[in-house]
T-cell receptor
Framework: KNEVEQSPQNLTAQEGEFITINCSYS?????LHWLQQHPGGGIVSLFM???GKKKHGRLIATINIQEKHSSLHITASHPRDSAVYIC?????????FGTGTRLKVLA | DAGITQSPRHKVTETGTPVTLRCHQT?????MYWYRQDPGHGLRLIHY???????DKGEVSDGYSVSRSKTEDFLLTLESATSSQTSVYFC?????????????FGSGTQLSVL
């Protein structure tokens, strides 16, 4: 059984829609990261969460440690948000990567 | 930005040849990682380093070796490349721990083994 599961695997949305990407995990963690990877591009860290909620621009990330679940929300989605979003579990200098959610936002 | 540079960005090689990928950082971070990224898989750890000459294996280390003779450089070597090692390779650095932990990634190396 995978230690981290992301859903959905693929998501197509219309510009302006509210988007939610989910990450569920089954192991203890010290933190959880959300990464963004544009097609053919590098990987950028969006958030690091150890509890609660963080917001950056149109992006919001939440984590519920008791339920072992995190969500990444994108408000007022835009075509430039099209990317793969990756959830990463953090232990003590060890990381477990989800397989990613491929998001396509249509104009 | 942890000042990470990966080289080369692209490499095409033949089966059986040795290949070395380089990860260079400018910020004296202790922990460095090599991952490979393949369709249908999350990034998978090949090897990591926690200091000069201190390295350890990850989950997919067979066929790979690493060296870290200086804090700033972490080298990944494929001793005899195989087609199964065709992949995108990422170097990463972690900084801090707990509530101030950060992850930084290099731009990736697209390696094709023919």
């Amino acid at each position: 059984k995978n230690e981290v599961e992301q859903s959905p695997q693929n998501l197509t949305a219309q510009e302006g829609e509210f988007i939610t990407i989910n990450c569920s995990y089954s192991v203890g963690i010290s933190a959880l990261h959300w990464l963004q990877q544009h097609p053919g591009g590098g990987i950028v860290s969006l958030f690091m969460l150890s509890s609660g909620k963080k917001k950056h621009g149109r992006l919001i990330a939440t984590i519920n440690i008791q339920e072992k679940h995190s969500s990444l929300h994108i408000t007022a989605s835009h075509p430039r948000d099209s990317a793969v979003y990756i959830c990463v579990l953090s232990g003590t200098y060890k990381y477990i990567f989800g397989t990613g959610t491929r998001l396509k936002v249509l104009a | 930005d942890a000042g990470i540079t990966q080289s080369p960005r692209h490499k095409v090689t033949e089966t059986g040849t040795p290949v070395t990928l380089r990860c260079h950082q400018t910020e004296n971070h202790r922990y460095m990682y090599w991952y490979r990224q393949d369709p249908g898989h999350g990034l998978r750890l090949i090897h990591y380093s926690y200091g000069v000459k201190d390295t350890d294996k990850g989950e997919v280390s067979d066929g790979y070796s690493v060296s870290r003779s200086k804090t700033e450089d972490f080298l990944l070597t494929l001793e005899s490349a195989t087609s199964s090692q065709t992949s995108v390779y990422f170097c990463a650095i972690s900084e801090g721990q707990g509530f101030n932990e950060k992850l930084f990634f290099g731009s990736g190396t697209q390696l094709s083994v023919l």
